[in-house]
């Protein structure tokens, strides 16, 4: 292959030949396939054959990350697919990495996807935050936190802990919920601080009632007061949302026309 167009792509060990082809032949096809465009990134769910697929397609990065992600860091592709590898040897829940694949022109990143099986699931913790009203809403918020805290104990700092990124499906033989965490490659490995561990839930919701329940549950598990540990998590909380509706502001006035 020439070094105008270059394809990269890493299958997981249990991929056959087989799957393999077919996998491969999906990305070739890929925008013949409905999905859902987001303003960065495109996902398509891919029932072919008895493959029942999640694929994303990463925005073309700009041309600094194209830089980068060529030589200095991983692809979001490639991060997402080794931290899913990450997670599951940890024991914690994500949609089963198949592959990810990485194309550049020029010796520079150009498209890249993950790809890994579709997961049904019940609803994703943002159900909770827009429904208090919604069926053992306190049992799964309870269940959410001990899995949050299972999370800190291993060292896995989930940047991208939000609202749409744990799905939740319940558990008919254990009558228990399993979270399973989705868009991954945003991640740190590390010994968590009280501090790490308290600003891991600012972006999960604004509902202080929320946090009082979540800072509850934490409280019996890390040993801390639970007053101490609800008056970090809301400061933190507090100071997200003040970001987050600050640059929603800003944007509305830089594109007044839309």
Do not use: C
């Not at 959410?144 to 499906?169: A, Q």
């Amino acid at each position: 292959m020439s070094i105008r167009n270059k394809e990269h792509k890493v299958f997981n060990k249990d991929q056959t030949a087989t799957s393999i082809k077919i996998i491969s032949g999906v990305i070739k096809d890929f925008d013949t396939f409905d999905g859902e465009k987001g303003s960065r990134n495109t996902i398509k769910k891919i029932t072919i054959e008895n493959f029942s697929l999640n694929v994303k397609s990463f925005k073309i990065p700009h041309l600094i990350n194209r830089i980068a992600y060529s030589f200095f860091r991983k692809s979001k592709a490639h991060r997402s697919f080794e931290y899913a590898e990450i997670l599951i040897n940890n024991g914690i829940n994500t949609p089963k990495p198949i592959a990810y694949f990485e194309f550049s022109n020029f010796n520079f990143l150009n498209k890249s996807f993950y790809i890994s099986n579709q997961l049904d699931y019940d609803i994703t913790y943002r159900e909770l935050v827009n429904n208090k009203d919604y069926p053992n809403f306190d049992i799964i918020l309870r269940e959410f936190t001990r899995f949050t805290f299972d999370l800190h104990e291993k060292g896995i700092n989930f940047l991208d802990h939000s609202p749409g990124n744990t799905l939740i499906k319940r558990n008919e033989s254990t009558k228990k919920y399993d979270f399973y965490l989705v868009d991954l490659n945003r991640m740190k490995f590390h010994q968590m601080s009280f501090k790490d561990r308290m600003k891991n839930f600012s972006k999960l919701t604004p509902r202080k009632e929320m946090v009082e329940v979540m800072a509850n549950e934490y409280a019996k598990l890390f040993g801390e007061s639970e007053k101490k540990i609800f008056n970090q998590m809301w400061l933190f909380t507090e100071e997200f949302q003040k970001k987050y509706h600050k640059k929603i502001a800003a944007k509305k006035k830089i594109f007044f026309w839309k």
